[in-house]
Structure formats: C-alpha cells, structure tokens
C-alpha cells in the first residue's frame, strides 16, 4: 500500500519534496499524540502533525529538538511531515478521547505552508471532532488557518490563538524572516473571531514594540477578547539560523529589556486590563 494513501485528500499523493527554501521529507511517527509536560503541562497531549518549522523564527526553541546540529542550524529550511498521524490516531477511535486537553501544537507550526497542499492538520481535526470530544487549543502564525472555519465551528470547546509578536515589519523580517507578516495574522484571527469562533491572540514572544498604544488598540479593535502575553528572552543566545547578529542588534537597538517590557506592558493593560500571563495564560480552555 502507497503510504501516503492514509492521507484523506487526494493533494497528498503528490508529495512535493521542496517547498520554495524548505526541504519536505516524509517519515513515520511513533506517536502523534505526545504526553504534555513543562509549560503545557496542564494539557493533556500536545499534537505536532511535523517535525520542523518552515517558519523559522530565530528564538524557535522547538530548534533545540532538531534530530541533530544540522538540523538545528538549518532550522526553517525542513519539515518533516508525519505521514502515519492520522492512522494513529484512528487507532484511538476504540477508545474515544472525551475531554481530553489538546494543544496542537507545540512544536511546529500545523498551518506551515505544506499543510496547504497536504491538508494533514484539516484532516486531523476531522477525526477529532468524529470520532473525539476533545477540548482542543490550536496554535498558529499563519492566516491558513481560515481555511479551517468550518471545522472550528464544529467543535464543542476549542480555541485558535494566533501569535502576533510586533507591531513593526523591520523587526518581525529579523526576528521571523520567513513567517506571514502581524498584519496579515491579525486580519485572520479577526476572520476566524468573526466567524464565530474562540480566539486569542498571544503576544509570545512580544518582541520590540514601536508605539505600544497604537498596538493594543489594533488588538482590541478586532473584537477579541482572550490575550496573552510574555516577554522575549534574549539573554540564553538560544537563536538559531543566519539571523543571530541582525536580531541581537535589533534588540540592541530598540533597548529592549526588561524595564522597557515592563514599561511596554503597562501601557498595553491599560487597554487590555485582563490579559493572561505566561504559563497560567496558557491554561486549558
Ligand atoms: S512558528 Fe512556532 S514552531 Fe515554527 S519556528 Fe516559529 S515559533 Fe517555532
């Protein structure tokens, strides 16, 4: 049997290998339901239909699991999709997984650019809501998301939180060069609210903040109610590609530490007063 026919959709059979700049390799999984432990460890699973990020974000810290250094230094340029995810998790459907706190995802991005073609996050959810009643939390940087309404819309309890970290294009191509922009992000989570569904928009990492007022007032004006926010550790050099020096001097240049945060965040809860903090704003829905 063709592997890839336990894939749902028919734009999986042709399984592109290169994606722009992202080597795509395809590899089976031992599990796609992983137990939740440290930060998202009031979950119960997390959910990473791949490995890797095409995204890239120079302070991944998901690049600190990469197979080896190779992969740790080519962070953003491979994904390795999961191609026995769903045959995996069809093998739960004996024993349905009724409550059970899901976050998808923890370490990858499930609305990269591959998902667009291969549909495995959509099919994913698909099998959640027919076969699981789970309360489901998904997170993205990418507008794709959208495409998935309809199926938000069928779940009983599930959230989507889409990260936005800046209100400036300058220091989102240094810190996130190959993600979709913050405007663009805002514009899909405000569509996906609208829709109906529950949002939320984490600011995690915020990153350097040009004009922090005008910044939570755009949060606020898409309608959404739910917030999070955490600041950006620059101080571990855990940053990983070609973008080390130009975000280190980014943050330089921007002055942004912990008393210029603190600052900043005074003023962004002046205007959203009942934002989530850290890990407990991460608690389950
Ligand atoms: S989108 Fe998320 S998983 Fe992907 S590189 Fe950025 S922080 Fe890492």
Redesign the pocket.
């Known amino acids: 049997m063709n592997q890839l026919s336990l894939f749902d959709n028919d734009a999986q059979k042709n399984q592109p290998v290169k994606l722009g700049k992202t080597e795509v390799e395809y590899k089976d999984t031992s599990s796609i339901l992983t137990k939740a432990s440290g930060f998202m460890s009031e979950y119960d699973y997390t959910i990473n239909p791949y490995s890797g990020?095409s995204?890239?974000?120079t302070y991944?810290y998901?690049a600190f699991f990469s197979r080896n250094k190779e992969k740790m230094d080519n962070w953003?340029y491979w994904v390795s999709v999961k191609q026995n995810a769903l045959a995996l998790l069809r093998k739960k459907r004996k024993k349905p997984m009724i409550g059970t706190k899901i976050y998808m995802s923890s370490?990858?991005?499930p609305y990269?650019p591959i998902d667009k073609k291969l549909e495995l996050s959509r099919d994913i959810l698909k099998e959640l809501i027919d076969y699981h009643d789970v309360r489901l939390v998904i997170q993205t940087?990418a507008p794709l998301a959208t495409r998935d309404i309809d199926l938000f819309l069928k779940f009983k309890t599930l959230q989507v939180n889409m990260t936005v970290t800046t209100d400036s294009e300058e220091v989102r191509k240094v810190f996130?060069p190959i993600?979709p922009s913050n405007k663009v992000r805002i514009k899909a989570i405000k569509e996906i609210h609208e829709s109906g569904v529950e949002c939320c928009i984490t600011m995690t990492p915020l990153l350097p903040i040009v004009d922090a007022e005008k910044f939570a007032l755009t949060l606020k004006e898409t309608g959404i109610k739910n917030f999070i926010i955490q600041p950006f550790h620059s101080t571990k050099g855990k940053f990983v590609a070609g973008t080390r020096n130009a975000a280190l001097e980014l943050i330089h240049k921007y002055g942004w530490d912990d008393r210029r945060y603190k600052d900043v965040l005074k003023i962004i809860v002046r205007q959203i007063p009942d934002i989530g903090k850290g890990k407990t704003g991460f608690a389950p829905i």
Do not use: L
């Open positions: 990020c995204f890239g974000c991944c998901a953003g370490v990858t991005d990269q940087r996130e993600c």
